[in-house]
């Protein structure tokens, strides 16, 4: 049996740093590592702590990052419109909202709390990292429908997934999942969760934004102008090139803009790092004010 490892912010900092370098490797196809990223993340992570891991305990520790990230993107959501506190990396919002949210999230009848008030003082450590690594997740029906919900949230069902080396065209055509069946009373419930509509909204606008991307590209004689996009991890570092500091507002706003393509397009077409910055510092006070 492993020895349990108490995960203290240095291991979670380097458990961050070589996900990020593997990701950047193209280690991390769909989101899953492949058997050579993970194998890469054990060897660097013990190279770098002297904590001897297995791929399980890592993985779960990554699933409790995702859930808190996930959770914290939630509760943006639900916040849209309202105050950022750039010191604590949080939304700003005031006692009264806080209440009423707070009232609508709780779930007295299962006696479960809102996880979103552990975000009400302080946001996730290492967000900018955590948007890098999870900017692509999106919550499913079977865990938008309990928002903030300690005792069916905290725990995850997920298997530790390992995929093999694959062609190209295996890649770009994967099998779809089947949705487990859930419960009358669990669907009912995922049916009221308000939360559960933004997502399902959200969805519905992604899928139908990819039916037009797909079909544009099967209908132009010059496929390759879709990679005229560039990625996240390509974004990033023209914001990095561009003078834009990491823990700063600005990096804040520059992270949430380019998790839309067609901004990162722009900012791909832009020819120069004045140019860029001069782009994200009007979108960053158009934010603000």
């Known amino acids: 049996m492993a020895e349990k490892t108490i995960w203290g912010d240095d291991l979670v900092k380097h458990l961050i740093d070589v996900c990020k370098e593997e990701i950047l490797a193209g280690n991390r196809p769909q989101g899953i590592f492949t058997r050579i990223g993970w194998k890469n993340v054990e060897d660097k992570f013990f190279a770098r702590t002297k904590k001897k891991c297995t791929k399980t305990q890592l993985k779960n520790k990554l699933d409790n990052l995702k859930k808190d990230f996930t ?157 005229l996009v560039p990625t996240i991890a390509e974004a990033m570092k023209m914001v990095k090139a561009c003078g834009i500091q990491e823990k700063t507002a600005m990096m804040h706003t520059a992270t949430s803009l380019i998790m839309k393509a067609e901004f990162r397009e722009i900012l791909f077409a832009l020819e120069t790092n004045e140019g860029r910055f001069d782009l994200i510092e009007r979108e960053h006070k158009k934010s603000t004010t």
Request: proline fraction near 4%; charge should be negative.
């Open 71 to 227: 959770q914290f993107m939630e509760l943006k959501i639900v916040a849209t419109g309202l105050g950022w506190n750039e010191a604590n990396q949080t939304v700003d919002c005031s006692n009264t909202w806080w209440d009423e949210h707070l009232e609508k999230c709780n779930n007295p009848e299962r006696g479960t709390k809102c996880n979103h008030v552990r975000f009400r003082k302080h946001g996730p450590k290492h967000l900018d990292d955590l948007h890098f690594l999870f900017d692509k997740v999106h919550v499913t029906g079977a865990t938008a429908m309990c928002p903030g919900d300690v005792s069916s949230c905290d725990s995850s069902s997920d298997d530790v997934l390992e995929v093999t080396e694959k062609t190209n065209e295996a890649w770009n055509k994967p099998k779809p999942k089947k949705r487990k069946q859930m419960s009358g009373a669990a669907q009912e419930k995922e049916e009221k969760s308000p939360f559960y509509q933004m997502y399902k909204n959200t969805c519905m606008k992604i899928e139908s934004a990819d039916e037009k991307i797909s079909t544009s590209v099967e209908a132009s004689s010059a496929p390759l102008q879709a990679n």
